[in-house]
């Protein structure tokens, strides 16, 4: 079993940034591959971005690149989503997601409000 844990998420004005972590636990970390997911009210759930377990491929949804950034801390068993020129269609509950051959796992969610 693992647990994911998401932090890092609060109001931020358009065009400023955020960062978010999730921490996992309960298993090896280095063999799944991480994504960021994020759904707004009314919304499918969508990916945002994913990392594989090498760290060096990584996709983004087209409405996030060049302002998003996914990486991966194996020692800390973390990973990040960088966030900057926030836009207000940013404005979601944000989850963390690692995958492997044998399943998947979600965290709780972390609410990132874009609003001035």
């Known amino acids: 079993q693992v647990q994911l844990v998401e932090s890092g998420g609060g109001l931020v004005q358009p065009g400023g940034s955020l960062s978010l972590s999730c921490v996992a636990s309960?298993?090896?970390?280095?063999?799944?591959?991480l994504n960021w997911f994020r759904q707004a009210p009314g919304k499918e759930r969508e990916l945002v971005g994913s990392i594989d377990t090498t760290g060096r491929r990584k996709n983004y949804a087209d409405s996030v690149k060049g302002r998003f950034t996914i990486t991966r801390d194996d020692a800390k068993k973390t990973v990040y989503l960088e966030m900057r020129s926030l836009k207000s269609e940013d404005t979601a509950v944000y989850y963390c997601?690692?995958?492997?051959?044998?399943?998947?796992?979600w965290g709780q969610g972390t609410q990132v409000t874009v609003s001035s």
């Open positions: 997601n690692a995958r492997w051959a044998w399943g998947q796992y």
């Open positions: 309960g298993a090896d970390f280095r063999n799944f591959n």
